[in-house]
């Protein structure tokens, strides 16, 4: 019963509601289930707190004339989504890739909002039911949506482009992330590229790092590109000039060069998500000025290569999740920052299939190629012989009881390792 009269329904109501703990006044209420919930449960529940309408689709639950059902809840939302995303002509930017998504998107829309009502994905809501509920704020004011797209097996990406359908996109990079789900790199190259495909059926715009040579090598013939990077050949031409420990860059474009810039974020892979953002910031039309504004004073509150400094460390938060790229990206960036003492406090690097214990012993590797102290923290890494870190522990609990007798001081630490981890409760003790 997934039609246009059903999906109406939608546009009586305030919004659309997918957990009972949420429910706003007259939304409408769409029963998903999951491994360990069934909200078709709550269907009554859902009304009683508010909701004007609830899609269920389980008849047992149709009891009330407020109440319709259809055949899958989690396809009637995506499919609403849809339907609501064609009623406006916008660009609609697609964002993928296998680190720096949220990174990209926060300091794309900041750089975007200067100039335009941009809607963009909150958090990193950004999967099969995330992307579709990002999408349902569409309202007319907005100018611009920026979509993050997260993907953790094959034709993920193609289903959320089905949904979403972007006119331009952006792959971050492509690396090992969720090896587990893709079974390769090559799987994981596939997928991500689904984005590329579907710019390219509509005849849309993709934007690209030029310094990045997979990404370069897979752009589709014959569709318009933007591309950054560090040579001259490249759209937006920018310069790292330090890490202090927030990336400092300058940038070019055409005839204009920018000024020094001072950011809030670390990272060298962080200079790359700027040059991203300016470029899309430049493709409309915003003056460069308000570009380095933004970008100059944007700050990450996500864990996502956050500077906290505490009153007996600096910690270089960085514990949202960590896959072999971004954590030798990480570790290699932390590597350039000049300090007297560093630290390192890396957490196990989940869903990586067969690749777990060659992967985790090439970042032993690393941090003892660059000299870097380190404490390892998982199963994974403890059960590596050649771990020869200060302390090698199991979990964050074995951790924090350690560091109530052996203080850490005067440290610049990175904390980087997967949220199954949960390494952010170290911030206190440090």
Known sequence: MNNPATFDLFYECTGVCTDTRNIVQDCLFICLKGENFDANEFAFKALELGAKYVIVDDSKFCDDSRIFLTDNSLHFLQQLANFHRKKFDVPVIGITGSNG???????????????????????????????????????????IAVIEMGANRPHDIQELCEIAEPNMGIITNIGKAHLEGFGSFEGVLKTKKELYDSVQQSQGIIVYNNDDETLAAHIPQQIKNLSYGTQSNAFTWGE???LNPFVCLKWKNGNYESPIIETKMIGKYNFYNFLAAITFGLHFNIEPEKIN????????????????????????????NANPTSMRSAIESFALIEHPNKLAIIGDMLELGS????????????????????ITVGPIFKGISE???????????????????????????????????????LEKAL
């Open 240 to 242: 790292l000039i330090e």
């Open 387 to 425: 771990n020869n870190a200060i302390y090698k522990v199991t979990d964050t609990h074995e951790l924090l009881a350690i560091l109530q007798n052996n203080p850490i001081d005067d440290q610049l630490i990175l904390i980087k390792g997967s949220r199954g981890i949960g390494l952010e409760v």
């Open 355 to 374: 690749e777990s214990n060659i992967e985790h012993q090439n970042v032993i590797e690393l941090t003892n190629q660059h000299q870097i102290e380190k």
């Open 293 to 320: 504004a933004a970008i100059s004073n944007y700050e990450p509150t996500n864990k996502r290569s956050q500077i906290v400094r505490t009153d007996k460390n600096t910690l270089i938060l960085d514990c949202y």
């Open 101 to 143: 998504k949220t990174s990209s998107k926060e300091l794309i829309h900041a750089v975007l909002s200067t100039s335009y009502n941009t809607l963009a994905t909150i958090g990193n809501l950004n999967n099969h039911i995330g992307v579709p509920l990002t999408l349902l704020r569409l309202n007319e004011k907005h100018q």
